[in-house]
């Protein structure tokens, strides 16, 4: 194999997804003026200095990028298993001795910064599950018994931040999981058989979720219902929303923020935020940006080297996507209300530093193509 120098020499870097770089840091710079405006008017100067601590964990996020795209990928593969055990001993701490920030475990604070090891534990999950059916080797679609290893070691994480409580994290890791195996390929009557098992136990799920869980879902059908409670978050999103119409009030102008209604204006709602300010044509124009952002990593799928860099590119998408749309979807009243942020935009360093990770291995399986071995 090539020296680290040699492959430099031969020009690694002419090769490298400019595109991909500046579509993540364009998405973060609309991120830091969406923080910014939407504490604008805060009192509080932690808060009003936020977009300062977003713009640390950029710097921060970047750096970690960089090195994880000039690590062979290969070399990340061979890493999985420790990766794994290592990220499930720190859950595993989390929840005796993490800090506890709005009712819920799931931090461990570093420096005079909170980190929260469940959203890390999602690229560990992608590298994993993407080793384990890497290493199976097998030609045609998978069955059932493939996927019991994979599936009860995934189960593992889930149950542990499920516990936290952070529900909508531990379902992520599920969904990386199906979607990892869903590309790598499941037999057709395997897929018949696991909707039919899901539909029947949907009404069972019910009675699992706790009371808040099920005040989120009820708040989606019949927000009205209650306005001053489960159905305020989404009656105030949609009032942003809205009232941004088609062009917006104006950058700094949107008065939802402004005026304290809107609810985690900074977090989960920061997609309201931008909204309203920019309008539905702005909001398109993020929406469209994001479909080129998508487009690049499926292309990075389609001429990857081999079946581990397409399979954890297609986990990285996936992650990205769904909180992504999800996030979209939950300020519009579409979906639960989870705390699932809006990947580069919302304020958190652990999701940033997460995605930025993930844009990391993107681009080094992007570049694995032109190794010289």
């Not at 977009?51 to 950029?58: A, F, T």
């Not at 593969?77 to 506890?100: C, D, K």
């Not at 994480?157 to 499941?186: E, R």
């Not at 059908?221 to 809205?242: F, T």
Request: proline share 4%; with cysteine.
């Amino acid at each position: 194999m090539m020296s680290q120098g040699e492959y430099l020499k031969r020009g690694f870097w002419r090769n490298f997804d400019t595109t991909l770089l500046v579509i993540t840091i364009l998405l973060c710079a609309f991120g830091v003026v969406s923080i910014y405006s939407a504490n604008l008017q805060s009192e509080s100067p932690f808060l009003h200095g936020l977009y300062i601590r977003q713009i640390y964990w950029i710097g921060i996020s970047l750096m970690v990028m960089g090195a994880v795209t000039l690590i062979d990928y290969r070399f990340i593969e061979r890493m999985a298993y420790p990766l794994y055990f290592a990220g499930v001993i720190t859950l595993v701490s989390v929840n005796y001795s993490g800090r506890i920030i709005g009712g819920s475990q799931r931090w461990i604070s570093m420096y005079g910064f909170n980190l929260q090891p469940s959203e890390l534990m999602k690229i560990i999950v992608i590298i994993f599950v993407a080793r384990i059916f890497d290493d199976m080797r097998k030609e045609g679609n998978l069955g059932a018994r493939d996927l019991i290893k994979p599936l009860i070691l995934v189960s593992i994480p889930f149950l542990i931040v499920a516990k936290q409580p952070d529900l909508g994290t531990a379902v992520i890791y599920m969904i990386l999981f199906a979607s990892i195996a869903f590309f790598n390929g499941i037999s057709r009557k395997l897929l018949l058989k696991a909707a039919g098992a899901l539909a029947l136990l949907a009404p069972a799920f019910w009675f699992l979720l706790k009371p808040y869980q099920k005040e989120r879902i009820l708040g989606i059908l019949n927000p009205e219902a209650d306005p001053m409670g489960h159905g305020y978050h989404i009656i105030q999103s949609k009032i942003a929303i809205g009232s941004g119409g088609m062009w917006g009030k104006g950058i700094f102008e949107g008065t939802q923020s402004k005026l304290n209604f809107l609810p985690a204006k900074h977090t989960d709602f920061i997609f309201s935020v931008f909204s309203e300010e920019v309008g539905f044509v702005g909001s398109m124009v993020l929406i469209a940006i994001f479909f080129l952002f998508i487009m690049r990593f499926i292309e990075v799928i389609l001429h990857a080297n081999d079946k581990f860099g397409s399979l954890v590119v297609v986990g990285i998408m996936s992650m990205i996507a769904f909180n992504f749309f999800y996030n979209i979807g939950m300020t519009l009243g579409l979906f639960p209300i989870v705390g699932i942020p809006l990947p580069f935009i919302s304020y958190g360093g652990s999701s940033l530093l997460t995605n930025f990770i993930g844009v990391g291995l993107a681009l080094n399986v992007s570049l694995g193509r032109y190794r010289v071995e």
